[in-house]
């Protein structure tokens, strides 16, 4: 079968025994828009039903797999519209997540928010040295959404914790460490938007007649055979070296008192304790205080249930005035001067937080 646009911005192909998806918004960072999610959720439906295709590669035009959703759209939409559109995007996610064949994720590049919801969940998850993941939702008034809190509340130690709330960048090698990516392969030997390991898988799958459980266990085989060693230095997890600290900082509390673990560790010259405080800081206060429970409740919580808890929060933060201000202030007017209510995190009401996850 020959390329086909779904809609502009997604392009589908039937390679032999593979489903291609390529986001096609490179001037957007292949942002998601809600006609993106519903067409790759259609795709995905007829796929896994499709006897002849025997696994599916997502992977993005650009600087990347996808920067997340365009949520500058839902500033000035309607609060039900908003919510429709994370209703279906989180349908989206729990599909992929139980996808009944090989869902392979090229993350190379920018995926973060909504870009970690279509790659995270899948099955066989691949990360370059180009790879930059990150959930930066409190910088804009919301929360890490598409069932993160689920895999930042099962990263080593308290670093989930805190890249929620610090909206901070990793690596490709530290996506492994957190348990969202399974292969680093070089960029080089991906080949130009990975049609060199698409090349490779079309031909294994191909030629070894692969379905059900097989099907996955060749493409890891597959990818295994492109990844770097264990061994390389590549593949040492900066957040792995900076563990300490985080633990010591993050582990139980409330965000006021992680705060005052984080300036004093900073006394005491640990740099990376004082950009973690000023970070946690300069975001929205309601949200910081919001995301640390959210991420403690997914501690417990199976996916499906964490994704009805992010459209439950959904829908109250669209109804506040920090989400609007935050996509204001950081994507549209760019001043970088949101102004936050209320302005500190010591104002927060425990009980309006309650509230947000339906008064429980």
């Known amino acids: 079968m020959s390329p086909r646009s779904l809609v502009q911005r997604i ?27 519903l067409n790759m959720g259609h795709a995905l439906e007829e796929w896994a039903d499709a ?52 869902y ?41 959404d598409v069932g993160m809190a689920k895999l930042l509340a099962a990263a080593p130690g308290e670093v989930g914790i805190h890249l929620a709330l610090t909206s901070s960048t ?12 399974d292969h680093f392969v ?27 459980p097989s099907a996955f266990s060749v493409t890891h085989d597959v990818v295994r055979g492109l990844a770097l060693d264990p061994a390389d230095p590549r593949m040492a997890a900066p957040l792995a070296a900076e563990r300490e ?14 705060l005052d673990r984080l300036d004093e560790l900073a006394s005491d010259g640990q740099e990376g304790a004082r950009a973690a405080e000023e970070a946690i800081r300069a975001a929205c206060p309601f ?14 919580l199976d996916l499906i249930d964490v994704l009805a808890q992010d459209l439950r929060l959904g829908a109250s933060l669209i109804g506040r005035h920090d989400m609007r201000e935050g996509i204001r202030a950081l994507l549209v007017d760019k001043d970088g001067a949101p ?19 339906g008064g429980d």
């Open 287 to 300: 949200s910081v205080v919001l995301t640390l429970e959210s991420l403690r409740r997914a501690a417990v």
């Open 245 to 258: 600290w985080i633990d010591e900082a993050y582990a139980g509390g409330d965000p006021q008192t992680i």
């Open 11 to 37: 392009r589908t192909e039937v390679r032999g025994p593979l489903g291609i998806l390529t986001l096609d918004r490179p001037s957007a960072l292949n942002s998601l828009d809600h006609t993106m999610v």
């Open 186 to 212: 070089p960029s080089e030997r991906l080949g130009e938007r990975g049609e060199e390991l698409i090349a490779a898988l079309a031909a294994r799958l191909a030629e070894s007649d692969a379905a059900g």
């Open 104 to 144: 392979v994720a090229l993350m190379d590049g920018i995926t973060m928010g909504g870009g970690l919801g279509i790659s995270a969940h899948g099955s066989v998850r691949v990360v370059t040295e180009r790879t930059r993941v990150a959930m930066p939702e409190v910088r804009i008034g919301f929360t890490p």
């Open 339 to 357: 102004h936050w209510s209320p302005a500190r995190i010591e104002d927060v009401d425990p009980a309006e937080v309650r509230a947000a996850f």
């Open 51 to 102: 006897p002849e295709v025997r696994g599916v590669v997502v992977r993005g035009e650009g600087r990347g797999l996808c920067a997340g959703g365009d949520v500058r759209t839902l500033r000035t939409g309607h609060d039900e519209d908003a919510v429709a559109f994370w209703g279906d995007e989180y349908r989206l996610n729990a599909l992929i997540a139980e996808y009944p064949k090989p």
């Open 170 to 181: 990793a690596t490709g090698a530290d996506a492994l460490y957190l348990g969202w990516a």
